[in-house]
């Protein structure tokens, strides 16, 4: 050992030691200190966006904070996150973190929800959020409602009668008169009845779920369940829209690499073709609804 090493040896009795030990302690402490402070102020910065973002919502404002783990393919055919494209339309579901276009369920709201839109699309704090609500509805869909196949799938998801954008409207009174003519279907104790043009005066924007006789207008056109339900076969390699999605086991485990695919493509087809989403963030949103469907259930089917 060298002198230089060695003068900065503690001594092993005395007044060095006991400096040696004091400075340990103080090193300790002062690094959890710091760690709390981290832990503070990433909570801080969690609790402040989840206020901004509700209070934008509340003014009737979309979202002005930038989404994250959300890219766009450019024209030279790369990736590029979308909060450092200035100027991009996202649309209003990207606006709100949910890149899947949930709805808000009914009585209900998803875990991180904040809000909603005027049709009823859940506003979430975090998009991870909406990765594991969207984890939770395919668990829904299989377990309880026993659909296994994309072409069950898409006409749940987006049913026939139902379309893609719509827009919320209420009847401004009871005695306002929806056309019988236009398509309508019953949920649960609601008559949905959709419109390919603009509601009049009689109408204002409203949450669907705010009225017994909510009127969707549908700027872009009725639902193509089975068009949708290509798309999606065709990308996850299946032969036909009736085949087996597999995308859970019978033990209610999910199968991560169909999970990615699946979510991936349908991401596209609510967003755009364009549009595509870290897979990180898929994987924390499937690994958040696993971890609380077993806390809250004890098992996962």
Known sequence: MDAVTKSFEPSQTGPGRVFTRATAILLALTALLILLTGCRDEQAETRER?????GLLRDGRQAALDPYGLYRQTEAGTLEAVAATAGLDLGRC????????????????????????????????DPV???????????????RHNLVTVREVARRYAPPGDCIGSLSFCPVSEDVVIGPDQPQRQVGDQVITYSLTRPGDGFEPKPSEACSRPLLYCPRGINRSEAYASTLAAALGLDSIDDDIALFDDKGRLDFKRAQTLFQAMTRFELGADYAVDPTLIRRGILMEARDYLQENQRLY
Do not use: E
Request: glycine share 10%; with cysteine; hydrophobic share 45%.
């Open 94 to 125: 990207a606006n709100i973190n949910n890149f899947w276009c949930l709805k808000t369920p009914g009585g209900a709201q998803w875990k991180g929800q904040i809000g909603a839109d005027a049709s009823g699309h859940a506003a979430f704090v």
């Open 129 to 143: 959020y909406s990765a594991r609500a969207f984890a939770r509805l395919m668990r829904i869909y299989r377990f």
């Open 50 to 54: 989840s206020q901004d973002f509700a």
